[in-house]
């Protein structure tokens, strides 16, 4: 993963006051780049609203970059701890109406706009930042999780607030689609995690919960030996359940969300059920190989996506919650 490339273009001109412009969703001026960083769900497409899309691209790049900060190249754990406190510091100067520095200037100027254009709540994104952190301190002691309830709260952090941003935007506020949302972040989280189990555990990043792995048989403090343990693919089978589960309960919040950004969440959520169809192809093998959403994909995900039906869990991929 790297830095975005291309970042946000932007056109210097006044940003306006919101009260300026009735009826305009987000500040003209600024016009991001497309998205050209591999996800498993589609960030700021088509399907998004327009008037939206530099919003949303606003904050996919600040969230990317953070998380480029913590995992990325060859830096110390030190040092990526340095930058993302010099990283924070420029999310608190952008807010305050301070100057923030020239680093990361496409970044945080698109997201100075978005924040005061949509008062979007920026303890958020300082969750995020947490969360980032505790990943590279977590990994520099090579500390796993002790229990679901430990991972959960580090999902609250590095996944949810992105869901709660996005619902913000959309004008969508009542408590169950944010539980909704919660659910469906929480699970792409977790997706992420088993999907990317050959490629974490020999950088020393550990997301199985030691509760789990013990109950397979399977030793929490030496997880390199998992791979060549016939209790591997059960270990996993069981995380892919609690994502599917996860994912299935909020997979509602696709009927709350009006219009093309409502087909857009269906796209992100068969997106991360595919993978765990994928996942389980493979006889749950992620241990020794990451499944990836292909071109070839598409024709699934997008009937999946037209078979959603209020009240019903029609289509949502393969296997038993």
Request: charge should be positive; hydrophobic fraction near 40%; proline fraction near 8%.
């Amino acid at each position: 993963m790297g830095l975005l490339r291309p970042g946000p273009r932007l056109v210097r001109s006044r940003i306006p006051a919101r009260g300026d412009n009735a009826g305009v969703t987000a500040p003209p001026e600024i016009r991001p780049a497309p998205v050209t960083h591999y996800e498993n769900f589609p960030v700021a497409s088509w399907l998004c609203p327009p008037a939206l899309r530099p919003a949303i691209a606003a904050l996919y790049a600040f969230a990317r970059t953070a998380d480029d900060l913590a995992d990325e190249g060859q830096a110390s754990p030190s040092q990526r701890l340095a930058d993302l406190a010099a990283y924070r510091a420029d999310l608190r100067a952008c807010v305050s109406g301070g100057t923030a520095s020239a680093r990361w200037e496409g970044v945080f100027t698109p997201l100075a706009a978005t924040l005061a254009w949509h008062g979007l709540p920026v303890q958020l994104l300082h969750d995020l930042l947490d969360a980032f952190e505790q990943d590279v301190a977590r990994s520099r002691d090579a500390q796993g999780y002790t229990s679901r309830d430990e991972l959960l709260d580090y999902c609250r952090r590095s996944a949810n607030p992105v869901g709660r941003l996005l619902l913000q935007l959309y004008g969508v506020q009542d408590p169950q689609a944010l539980r909704e949302s919660d659910a469906v972040c929480t699970a792409l989280q977790l997706i992420n995690f088993w999907q990317d189990l050959s490629v974490d555990i020999p950088r020393g990043r550990y997301y199985v919960p030691a509760v789990d792995a013990r109950a397979h048989g399977l030793d929490p403090a030496s997880p390199a030996g998992w791979a060549n343990d016939p209790q591997g693919p059960r270990l996993v089978a069981d995380l892919a359940a609690w994502a599917r589960g996860t994912m299935l309960r909020g997979a509602g919040i696709v009927h709350r969300v009006p219009g093309r950004a409502g087909w857009e969440l269906r796209a992100v959520v068969q997106g991360g059920l595919r993978i765990l169809d994928k996942i389980e192809a493979n006889g749950f093998d992620s241990l020794h190989r990451r499944p990836r959403i292909t071109a070839a994909d598409a024709p699934v995900i997008l009937w999946r996506c037209l078979r959603m039906r209020a009240g019903t869990s029609a289509a949502m991929g393969q296997s038993r919650p």
